[in-house]
């Protein structure tokens, strides 16, 4: 079993639709939750990043962390057919300083 | 400021070869980290240096190695390179202290024929 599981979609849905995007992970030590965009052939992108449980808004992104579950999700309001890429959650355990990436999930916004 | 840079962008090399990628970080970070990208396996980390220094290492076989200079600009090398080994390399760095988040560049894209 994978440390941090992701759907990897694809995830098509229309232009101004709400987004939905879940990871679950299985490592009790993850402290830092980070989301990462990946357009074709680039690098990840930072997107977000809490820390702990919680949420936390930015623009049209809200990132939520349910550590009691073990659940990472990402929110997308308003989506915009520039938000077509692969999105990848990414918790670190401190301890390790590395990122465990989910699988990553692509999304399609259809105009 | 400007972000990571990686150098070369693209890379073509044989089964047996061996190859060095660069990467430097984004100013005043003191941390990078490698990761691999594959299709199949995903980002997987491979190692982090800080001041010259690695700290971690992922699952990766000994023929994946790098240091950290001075200035805190790094290298990876693979030695004896497979067909497997075929992937997009990615460098982020961080500040390295309690900031945590890692910042990514455009990656090297190898491919081992």
């Known amino acids: 079993q994978k440390e941090v599981e992701q759907d990897p979609g694809p995830l098509s849905v229309p232009e101004g639709a709400i987004v939905s995007l879940n990871c679950t992970y299985s490592?009790?030590?993850?402290?830092?939750f980070m989301w990462y965009r990946q357009y074709s052939r680039k690098g990840p992108e930072l997107l977000m990043y809490t820390y702990s449980s919680g949420n936390k808004e930015d623009g049209r992104f809200t990132a939520q962390v349910d550590k009691s579950s073990k659940y990472i999700s990402l929110f997308i309001r308003d989506s915009q057919p520039s938000d077509s890429a692969t999105y990848l959650c990414?918790?670190?355990?401190?301890?390790?300083?590395?990122?465990?990436f989910g699988s990553g999930t692509r999304l399609q916004v259809q105009p | 400021k400007a972000g990571v840079t990686q150098t070369p962008r693209y890379l073509i090399k044989t089964r047996g070869q061996q190859v060095t990628l660069s990467c430097s970080p984004i100013s005043g970070h003191r941390s990078v980290s490698w990761y691999q990208q594959t299709p199949g396996q995903g980002l997987q980390f491979l190692f982090e240096?800080?001041?010259?220094?690695?700290?971690n290492k992922g699952n990766f076989p000994g023929r994946f190695s790098g240091r950290q200079f001075s200035n805190s600009r790094s290298e990876m090398n693979v030695s004896t390179l497979e067909l497997g080994d075929s992937a997009l390399y990615l460098c982020?760095?961080?500040?390295?202290?309690?900031?945590?988040?890692?910042?990514f560049g455009p990656g090297t894209r190898l491919l081992v024929l």
């Open positions: 990414a918790p670190m355990d401190t301890g390790r300083r590395a990122l465990t």
């Open positions: 490592n009790s030590a993850f402290q830092y």
């Open positions: 982020a760095s961080s500040a390295g202290l309690k900031q945590e988040t890692q910042y």
């Open positions: 240096y800080f001041s010259e220094t690695q700290r």
